[in-house]
């Protein structure tokens, strides 16, 4: 994984725009990875803000579970639990 050389974990966060309600608990718990766009829907402004465990906090916090996070080392999804999205 040496190509990746800015990310600083192994987890990339993902949103998934038409389950965010624009409650903001991302961007409360991990400012540098998400913000809200000007129609106040989550977006990705970095994936290496935050460490992984902050990201995924911040994945935890949505209420909806409009946040993914994958494990980019095995490719598998961590958030949010299989089977619940
Ligand atoms: S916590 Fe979820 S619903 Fe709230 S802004 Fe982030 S992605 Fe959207």
């Excluded at 990746?4 to 903001?24: F, H, L, M, N, W």
């Excluded at 106040?40 to 909806?64: M, N, R, Y």
């Amino acid at each position: 994984m040496s190509t990746q050389t800015k990310q600083i974990g192994k987890y990339k966060v993902e949103v998934i725009r038409d389950k965010c309600i624009s409650a903001a608990s991302c961007v409360a718990i991990a400012p540098k990875v998400f913000a809200l766009d000007e129609a106040e829907i989550a977006i990705i402004v970095s994936q290496d803000g935050h460490d992984d465990e902050t990201k995924l906090l911040a994945a935890q916090s949505c209420p909806t579970m409009a946040v993914i996070v994958t494990n980019t080392e095995t490719g598998e999804r961590v958030w949010p639990p299989q089977g619940e999205d």
